[in-house]
């Protein structure tokens, strides 16, 4: 038991750090409403990346076991918009490093994510996350960003 608690405190930990870099990318984003052209996002990598590694922390945290088995490579932006100044919407793809067995993916390791993050007295909160798809729907176009998801996992 106390090596989880340890890993938890380790997590939680991670996740204020992660939180405080990918801030860095994206409070000066808040200043517009709309798409954000992400040809002209100069850290795009960048967020992609810290957000894999926000979603592992979470995942490294999680109560169920079978969630702890799920580790993010990147997760590819397709969109991003900002709303009300106050909400960033995030949709891409998730790479995995690992899943759990009977994880089924639209390809062998690659599911779609949406993410929420928000803006509250100038801190970024990791308001909501989903991913997979019990539909698995064709992940290669746009369209799906616009349809309504079968989600199977809500963080």
């Avoid at 992660?18 to 517009?32: E, G, Q």
């Amino acid at each position: 038991m106390g090596n989880k608690k340890k890993w938890t405190d380790n997590a939680d930990q991670n996740v204020i750090e992660l939180l405080t870099k990918i801030s860095s990318i994206i409070i000066p984003l808040f200043n517009k409403n709309g798409i954000i052209e992400l040809s002209k996002l100069d850290r795009k990598s960048d967020l992609e990346y810290l957000t894999a590694l926000l979603l592992n922390s979470k995942f490294m945290s999680a109560e169920n076991k079978n969630e702890r088995n799920f580790g993010a490579d990147d997760v590819i932006i397709l969109k991003l918009e900002i709303e009300k100044n106050k909400f960033l919407k995030y949709w891409g793809k998730i790479n995995w490093l690992s899943k759990p067995n009977d994880h089924e993916c639209y390809k062998s390791y690659q599911d779609p994510f949406y993410g929420l993050f928000k803006i509250d007295n100038d801190q970024i909160v990791f308001a909501e996350a989903m991913f997979g798809d019990y539909d698995r729907n064709d992940l290669d176009g746009q369209y799906w960003i616009e349809s309504d998801m079968n989600w199977m996992y809500e963080l």
